[in-house]
T-cell receptor
Framework: GQQVMQIPQYQHVQEGEDFTTYCNSS?????IQWYKQRPGGHPVFLIQ?????EVKKQKRLTFQFGEAKKNSSLHITATQTTDVGTYFC????????????FGKGTKLTVNP | KAGVTQTPRYLIKTRGQQVTLSCSPI?????VSWYQQTPGQGLQFLFE???????NKGNFPGRFSGRQFSNSRSEMNVSTLELGDSALYLC????????????FGQGTRLTVV
């Protein structure tokens, strides 16, 4: 079945450093979504990408969907302590599966 | 508008018992999905309901079941609880089955002792 892998599993950065998490799917995706879960909280939707090669920005966050629609990345510029949390990618298989399959997430900690 | 509501927030059960968790989606959302979250395993898909029909099921044993009512509220049931069922159970609602964002509830923290 479809698998979504994320690396790294953990990332520790100093405040002000950049951060990137990568997401790879075993199958071609119809879309990729990114969620953020703060410690003790629940996942919150950040963005959805649907087009091959699509790039979207939200302030210091840049999201990219690969040309083959099998991989994606989230880049945070100049991290802040408010960026702490676990970032999940999730996607629907282009073959039509309605299941939204999540990666295991990247846990980001930021040292002030 | 009100978000996704899950009840109860916390549960402690004994091994062998059964448990029912409830999820009220955002008004107008017809799709409800359930996930199990444990440390290191991320979000494991349990099942998804749309208009009272189970549309998808994850790789969980038959002890895990669910249903959706005509008002889109959903319940999931776990019978014969095992220690390994201790987890955060998250419910998410969305307008459609695909390509729309999922709104998560706060989750139910289940501890099996």
């Amino acid at each position: 079945g479809q698998q979504v892998m994320q690396i790294p599993q953990y990332q520790h950065v100093q405040e002000g450093e950049d951060f990137t998490t990568y997401c790879n799917s075993s199958t071609t995706l119809s879309n990729i979504q990114w969620y953020k879960q703060r410690p003790g909280g629940h996942p919150v939707f950040l963005i959805q990408l649907v087009k091959s090669g699509e790039v979207k920005k939200q302030k210091r966050l840049t999201f990219q969907f690969g040309e083959a629609k099998k991989n994606s990345s989230l880049h945070i510029t100049a991290t802040q302590t408010t960026d702490v949390g676990t970032y999940f990618c999730a996607g629907h298989d282009q073959g039509g599966s309605e299941k939204l399959v999540f990666g295991k997430g990247t846990k980001l900690t930021v040292n002030p | 508008k009100a978000g996704v509501t899950q009840t109860p927030r916390y549960l402690i059960k004994t091994r062998g018992q059964q448990v029912t968790l409830s999820c009220s989606p955002i008004s107008g959302h017809r799709s409800v999905s359930w996930y199990q979250q444990t440390p290191g395993q991320g979000l494991q898909f349990l099942f998804e309901y749309f208009s009272e029909t189970q549309r998808n099921k994850g790789n969980f044993p038959g002890r895990f079941s669910g249903r959706q009512f005509s008002n889109s509220r959903s319940e999931m049931n776990v019978s014969t609880l095992e220690l390994g069922d201790s987890a955060l159970y998250l419910c998410a609602s969305s307008r459609q089955l695909m390509n729309t964002e999922a709104f998560f509830g706060q989750g139910t923290r289940l501890t099996v002792v």
